[in-house]
């Protein structure tokens, strides 16, 4: 059993910064795949990043490459989600989560626990 907590959104203006963080419980995160996803309301639910569980490999969604980076700390059971050059539409719920498969996996339905979500919001 894993529980995530997301910490970090907030309201920034277009070209700002922010840094998420997701704090797990639970003696075995570093098991697990890590990944981040975003939601608007009235969409699906898509992928944003995603890191394997050692953080060797990760993987981006196109329309965040090269501004957003994904990473973790083992020894703290946290995965951060750094976000830099943000745009209006960036502005989501963004939700962390684990996947038992370990290595980077994109698919939702592979990701077995979730935390409640952060609003991020980017004012034009």
């Known amino acids: 059993q894993v529980q995530l907590v997301e910490s970090g959104g907030g309201l920034v203006q277009a070209g700002g910064s922010l840094r998420l963080s997701c704090a797990a419980e639970?003696?075995?995160?570093?098991?697990?795949?890590m990944g981040w996803f975003r939601q608007v309301p009235g969409k699906a639910r898509e992928i944003v990043a995603t890191?394997?569980?050692?953080?060797?490999?990760?993987n981006y969604a196109d329309f965040v490459k090269g501004r957003f980076v994904i990473s973790r700390d083992n020894a703290k059971n946290t995965v951060y989600l750094q976000m830099n050059s943000l745009k209006p539409e960036d502005t989501a719920v963004y939700y962390c989560?684990?996947?038992?498969?370990?290595?980077?996996?994109?698919?939702?339905?592979?990701?077995?626990?979730w935390g409640q979500g952060t609003q991020v919001t980017v004012s034009s």
């Open positions: 989560a684990a996947s038992r498969l370990g290595w980077i996996t994109t698919a939702t339905t592979a990701y077995n626990y």
């Open positions: 639970g003696r075995t995160f570093s098991n697990y795949a």
């Open positions: 890191i394997s569980w050692s953080g060797g490999s990760t």
